[in-house]
Every structure is written in structure tokens, then in C-alpha cells.
């Protein structure tokens, strides 16, 4: 495994491979490649770190199930560089799906479509439909243009964690997660902590009107707006991993909306204090500061092997949805 990282000027070796240093064109450029090879690179994107492979090689995605430990039918959100490319995986694009990758792409957004030809089973979990997202991240959209310019069609990606476990916010959270599973010929980019901090919004684009599957930055108030249509959301019936009841789950308890006992975790707003004998993990000024540090707080009640962590959750619209979502299921118990 191979770390690229913009930030550190060194290059070390461990056991399960190398680090590298410098996200540079060059680094983009072999990373790229390793793709084509068939190797896995984990990249940033703007929400969380995505584990990606080539979208079109079967044995390259088994090995994205084989390292997440993730259960096979379970589809990927293919990533792309740019909207235009959207023709490759699905035939089917609705008006109100071309308005919203007008306004919300490169963005926090994967929208859901009947799946072309170059869709296969290995990557819609033999469902009929695909999951795109072009991200707003410049390493991962120079990942994705140089894997475009040497004839790639699309990374495969779900975020680089552990099937169930809270997703990666940095490079260093990858390395945690996913060092012991990741093989000499694979690649980490760092591209520093991911500015918005949870998963993209999923919008079902296979009905007349759009429908959420999953909560995150493009609200519905935006989605509305945008279409001038009225949005529905999820029903018990979707298929997708992180609608599971248990999911983005720290190994520490997590409690919602009690009074913190003594030598547990807490994250709260920064106006509500920390109780005494508690350990304080985030304490955000805002809901998008909540969201971006919600991942790493869950991730330091681990690394204090804290045994519990209580979490005020933010109230009202916008990205508080979507916090609520991921904590309802991190505290849905064993
Ligand atoms: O922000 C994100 O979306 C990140 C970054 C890396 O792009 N990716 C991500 O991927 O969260 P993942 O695999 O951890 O979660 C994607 C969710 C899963 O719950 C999956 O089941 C669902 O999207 N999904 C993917 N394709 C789908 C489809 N065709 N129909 C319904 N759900 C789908
Ligand atoms: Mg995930």
C-alpha cells in the first residue's frame, strides 16, 4: 500500500507497502494507472475517503468486498469526473436528474438510475440500477480525468472503512481501517480531512419525481427547488448497506440525548458544557462543524477505548437530518 500525501515531505515503507508523499500530478497519474492494473486507491472526496477501484473489472471490485468485509450484494456508487459521462453507465436520465447534476455536481450528491450495459451484477449487487456521483474534491477529480484520459470508465467506491464502522475523514483513518486488508500494489491518497464529513445524499432518479434513499448535504428544501418537484422519502424496502439498522458504528456505545456519565465520551455543541470526570471528543459551533467532525470524534472514543460516548444531537433541517441518520443508526446497539 502506497500513501500519497500532499502534506508530509517523506517517504516511508511499511510492512504492507509504502508511503509516498505529494499528491502531485505525477503521484495522480500512477495512482490512476494502479487503477487500470486493477489495484484499489483509497481517495478523498468531499464527504468521506471513498476505497475505489476500477468500475469495470470485476476482480478489482471483489477485492473492495474482500477488504471492507462487505457482503457482495451490496451495490457501489460508480465515481465519475464529470456529468457528461453519466451516457457510459445508463441510458435513462431523467429532466429533473439533469437539473439537479447542473446544480449540485461536482457535489455531496449520488443519483440512482436504471443501469446500462456496462453496469454489471459485480456493481449494482445484481439490482437494475446504478448509483453516480461526480465529487468535488480537485484530488479526486484529477484521479478520475487521468483515469478517464487512459481509457478508464468509472471508479467504484464506497467509503473506505469496515462494513459497519464509521466512515474514514482522513487519510490516517483509512491507514487505521483498512492497512492489515490492503495489498503492496494499493494506493491511499491523503488529501487532507473531507470538508463536509458525511456520506453523499442518495436520490433514486428511476420514478417520476426524485426520492431520498439516504440524508446528507443536498437537502430535500434544495432537491425541491431545484426540480420543483415534490420529493419522497426512503421506505424500509431499499436495498443499501447504510440504510441497515446498525451502521456507522464506533466500537464505543453511543448514547443520544441523556446526561453524560462519569468517564464517558461527549459531543455536544460548543455552548453546552462538558459535565465533570467526561471526556469531551467534539464541540462543533455549527451543524456543518458538527458533520465535519462528527466521524473523528466517534473514531477518538475508540482510540481512548472509551466505552461509551453521549452525543446531543443538533435539531432542525439542512445537514442535522443527515447527522440524526448516521447517530439514530452508530447508537442502534450490537
Ligand atoms: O459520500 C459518499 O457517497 C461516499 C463517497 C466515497 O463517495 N461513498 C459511500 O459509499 O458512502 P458506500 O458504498 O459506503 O455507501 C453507498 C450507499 C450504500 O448504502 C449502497 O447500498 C447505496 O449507496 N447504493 C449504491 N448503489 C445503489 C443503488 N443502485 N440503489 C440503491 N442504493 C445504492
Ligand atoms: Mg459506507
Redesign the pocket.
Known amino acids: 500500500m502506497v500513501i500519497f500525501s500532499q502534506i508530509h515531505g517523506i517517504i516511508a515503507h511499511m510492512s504492507t507497502g509504502q508511503f509516498l508523499s505529494h499528491c502531485t500530478a505525477d503521484a495522480l497519474s500512477q495512482a490512476a494507472q494502479a487503477l487500470k492494473d486493477g489495484a484499489l486507491v483509497a481517495f478523498p472526496?468531499e464527504?468521506?475517503?471513498?476505497?475505489g477501484a476500477d468500475a469495470t473489472n470485476a476482480e478489482a471490485v471483489a477485492r473492495i468486498y474482500e477488504v471492507k468485509g462487505?457482503p457482495a450484494d451490496?451495490?457501489?456508487?460508480v465515481?465519475l469526473a464529470s456529468t457528461q459521462l453519466i451516457v457510459d453507465w445508463t441510458d435513462d436520465v431523467p429532466d429533473y436528474a439533469i437539473a439537479l447534476a447542473r446544480e449540485f455536481w461536482p457535489g455531496?450528491m449520488?443519483l440512482?438510475f436504471r443501469?446500462g450495459e456496462l453496469a454489471k451484477d459485480f456493481i449494482?449487487?445484481g439490482?437494475e440500477?446504478?448509483?453516480l456521483?461526480v465529487?468535488d474534491h480537485v484530488f479526486a477529480l484529477a484521479l478520475l480525468e487521468a483515469f478517464h484520459k487512459i481509457g478508464g470508465k468509472g471508479v467504484a467506491?464506497?467509503?473506505?472503512?469496515r462494513f459497519g464502522h464509521v466512515?474514514p475523514t482522513t487519510a490516517t483513518d483509512v491507514t487505521e481501517e483498512l492497512s492489515n486488508f490492503l495489498a503492496p500494489q494499493d494506493l491511499i491518497l491523503d488529501g487532507g480531512a473531507c470538508s463536509?464529513g458525511?456520506?453523499?445524499t442518495?436520490i433514486?432518479c428511476t420514478g417520476t419525481a426524485p426520492r431520498v434513499?439516504?440524508p446528507?448535504a443536498i437537502t430535500v428544501e434544495m432537491i425541491e427547488s431545484t426540480t420543483g418537484l415534490k420529493v419522497t422519502e426512503i421506505g424500509d424496502e431499499?436495498?443499501?448497506?447504510?440504510?441497515l439498522e446498525k451502521h456507522y458504528s464506533p466500537r464505543a456505545k453511543v448514547i443520544l440525548n441523556q446526561s453524560p456519565t462519569v468517564g464517558s465520551g461527549f459531543i455536544a455543541f460548543s455552548e453546552i458544557e462538558t459535565p465533570e470526570g467526561v471526556t469531551r471528543l467534539a464541540a462543533p459551533a455549527s451543524n456543518d462543524e458538527f458533520a465535519r467532525t462528527l466521524y473523528s470524534a466517534l473514531r477518538a472514543a475508540d482510540a481512548q477505548s472509551l466505552s461509551s460516548v453521549f452525543v446531543h444531537e443538533p435539531q432542525g433541517d439542512g445537514i442535522a437530518t443527515a447527522i440524526r441518520d448516521r447517530l439514530s443508526r452508530a447508537s442502534k446497539g450490537g
Request: hydrophobic share 35%; aromatic share 2%.
Open positions: 472526496t464527504t468521506v475517503y471513498g476505497l462487505r451490496h451495490p457501489l456508487i465515481h455531496p449520488t440512482i443501469r449494482t449487487g439490482q440500477t446504478v448509483g456521483r465529487p467506491a464506497p467509503s473506505a472503512n466512515s463536509v458525511v456520506e453523499s442518495i433514486d434513499l439516504r446528507g431499499i436495498r443499501a448497506s447504510g440504510l
